[in-house]
T-cell receptor, first 110, second 115 residues
Framework: DAKTTQPNSMESNEEEPVHLPCNHS???????IHWYRQLPSQGPEYVIH???SNVNNRMASLAIAEDRKSSTLILHRATLRDAAVYYC???????????FGKGTKLSVKP | AAGVIQSPRHLIKEKRETATLKCYPI?????VYWYQQGPGQDPQFLIS???????DKGSIPDRFSAQQFSDYHSELNMSSLELGDSALYFC??????????????FGPGTRLTVL
């Protein structure tokens, strides 16, 4: 079973920031927090990952709580193309598989 | 950049028939994963291979088998198909020599419909 919990859905307006929360209260000290997203009719796509420090890449930012029990994926300016299901995954690494939970369905309004 | 290739993209089969899905990982990726996504469901892990050896197994039915070949491509063989096998099947690949967090790169999927 997935070890993370996320809201079922969120809405955003185009060009506004979006904060997608995730709880992973049972995460172990060595597990990474991964975020993937799945656009309609496509395979999941890697977004970002982190361990302890906040992370930025060209797609998004990841803010990790100091106790690592929660994190927030930040899309700085949502576009219509960002409408997707976003999955937060507690990942143990070592070539292991991904355990997808329910994810958050993000809708972006023009 | 080269991506994961899956074939066929769409497949229609009758109950009790067999199906073979193929996956060609990104060049120099050594690990392949198979996931199943039923209608309205989230992806579920089936099986994975590292360097041509099975590395992990999830909720894969006994009617399914898979292997990874010397050129690293993988095939998922499905026999005695049931209506409930209708789903999207994704293949993903990764490299142990990539980042420590082991990002997986997904293919476009094969949509299997069992009638």
């Amino acid at each position: 079973d997935a070890k993370t919990t996320q809201p079922n859905s969120m809405e955003s307006n185009e060009e506004e920031p979006v904060h997608l929360p995730c709880n992973h209260s049972t995460i172990s000290g060595t597990d990474y927090i991964h975020w993937y997203r799945q656009l309609p009719s496509q395979g999941p796509e890697y977004v970002i990952h982190g361990l302890t420090s906040n992370v930025n890449n060209r797609m998004a930012s990841l803010a990790i709580a100091e106790d690592r029990k929660s994190s927030t994926l930040i899309l700085h300016r949502a576009t219509l193309r960002d409408a997707a299901v976003y999955y937060c995954i507690d990942y143990g690494g070592s070539q292991g598989n991904l355990i997808f939970g329910k994810g958050t369905k993000l809708s972006v309004k023009p | 950049a080269a991506g994961v290739i899956q074939s066929p993209r769409h497949l229609i089969k009758e109950k009790r028939e067999t199906a073979t899905l193929k996956c060609y990982p990104i060049p120099r990726h050594d690990t392949v994963y198979w996931y199943q996504q039923g209608p309205g469901q989230d992806p579920q892990f089936l099986i994975s291979f590292y360097e041509k050896m099975q590395s992990d197994k999830g909720s894969i039915p006994d009617r399914f088998s898979a292997q990874q070949f010397s050129d690293y491509h993988s095939e998922l063989n499905m026999s005695s198909l049931e209506l409930g096998d209708s789903a999207l099947y994704f293949c993903a690949s990764s490299s142990i020599w990539g980042s420590k967090a082991n990002e997986q790169f997904f293919g476009p999927g094969t949509r299997l419909t069992v009638l």
